[in-house]
């Protein structure tokens, strides 16, 4: 009877950088599990520097990241992840630029810097001071660069300030991530709009040698229902920007939003607030006079997406919250028709979703036939998704577009004119806020590599490291995970005010304790190993297995690792003198990476020290050559 194949993945440098898997989720790299870890044992500073190190906004991305490092974390396979964004909050509120001088965070700064650039001072045109934009400016000035930024509305931020609803987010700390960036020389013209007051031509002839196009998705994509332009329709994301800018936002008392992502969540819990001076109108009045609109709060705001429950793309936590405020669920159904009298929405009617995707797994609703349910409403919201404004781009009609976004390489970010690049949701479409700062910085890779017409090479340097002992928390595998606190349902409904509070620092450290530390690796040396068979015998998860050669599936790159072990052609043996003269040559030890928990036991049981718990880390930057 044949045994049993073990198809093998020999360790490269990008290997050991998967197994720290917050920090390969990450669009920037972030060093999550560093962070956490140094909650955990209270170096808090040490901490904040690893959190900012990649990110300019690494004080926002404590708040309303969309936390792709959680999405991946290991503990997630065993329980539930770590919570690494409420944990980046912890720390960015002690050093972060809400504790003082925004300027000084930009020490912690990892990004490029250098002192001999030919082409410092070279001007650079950024339209968009969004995450995006903003954080190429920040790049780009660090670079020596001119920098000068474009913005349309009266102030900078995009989403942040006119999507990211006020109980989530408080702008003063987005106007201090600003201002960091600022420091740097970054120059900011607001209120001018690339288009009309400006033109990407008129740019080049004032001396801009690159420009960055980073608007981002201003506008709300249309439903084409019978009823879709009846008074009382509107996008979600023109609400939002409406309730965000102090700007009238009238809605009428029974609410229906199209839709079931985390930004129709803003919506409906935006809607769900009533009347009350709040920190957006304090802002606004403060920094361009506008004055917020007071509105009476919805009294019915109900919620209707194709996807069931369980299916619906928005977070857990927004649902759970939504729902704890009085937003009415309507799951699997989709929008029929927006009744309407005298021209005015009074009700959206719906039918009931028999499958949202086809057997191939696209995108393709399927409808149950029947009379459907109507709800009644005098305002229906849409929050299907978002489109680009590129009117604007008129100007440069050699700029090719790609369903309505603009068309760039997807790594290098540049369009098909040489001197102008797009990133961010402009030319990817609608992604996270850290996916943003990632395109941003890349953007400004390639700027730096078209103004010095030289080409940047990513380098990857990998190193182990043996501590001088390892060990894990005692019991961290039964600490559970605890969200950060809110403040209660009817507090948050009355008003504006920011709604999740701050881990106390007991908590945050267990939290942090709860991390795996997947940095952490088990080395085995063939060299000293017995095949005592112990380190297997005493793993409580059995991650490991000790196989014979013959169990070890053939491929080019195995074969070249076995040759270069035993001095052989294992292949040419087995087919020569037998599967029993390839056992006799040797075994080698598997490793199940997603079941290990980083224990050690294994270590602590081999009697010849030949397995060890070391420490990977690394450094990826770009290196001119």
Partial sequence: MPHRQFRVEIPDIEYWQRQVKCQWGCPVRTDARGYV???AEGRYLDAYRMARAPNPFA???GRVCGAPCEVDCRRGSIDEPVTIRALKRFVTEKYGVESGDPGATIAFSTARRDPANPRAGTRVAIIGAGVAGLTAAHDLALLGYRVTVFERDAVAGGMLMTGVPVYRLPRDLVRMEIDAILSLGVELRLNVAVGTDTTIPRMRQEGFEAILIASGLQ??????IEGGDAAGVIHGIDFL???NTGKPANIGERVVVIGGGNVAFDVARSAVRRPGRSEAQDFYEATDSSRMALRTGAKEVHLVCLESREEMPADELEIKEGTEEGVTLHTSRGPLRIITENGKVAGLATRRVKSVFDASGRFNPAFEEEPGEIIPADTVMLSIGQSADVGFLKDVPELKMSRGLVEIDPVTKRTSIPYIFASGDVAEGARLFINAVASGQRAAVSIDEYLRGSTLHEERTGTFTLPPAHGMVEGYLQFDRVNPPVIEPPERVSGTKI???????????????????CH???????????LCNGCVDVCPTYCLALVPLTQIAADPR???????????????LGAEEGPAAVRATGSAMLKDEELCIRCGYCAKRCPTGAVTMEHFGYQQQFELH
């Fill in 520 to 530: 952490i690796n088990t080395i085995f040396n063939g060299e000293e190993c017995i």
């Fill in 37 to 39: 870890i140094a909650i």
């Fill in 59 to 61: 004080s926002i991305c």
């Fill in 241 to 243: 920007k409406a309730v």
């Fill in 499 to 517: 709604i999740e509070l701050n881990f106390e620092e007991p908590v945050a450290r267990e939290q942090g304790e709860r991390c795996l530390k």
């Fill in 219 to 224: 506008k709300g994509r249309a439903l084409t």
């Fill in 558 to 572: 195995m074969e070249k690792v076995l040759f270069r072990r035993y001095g052989l052609d294992v292949a040419r």
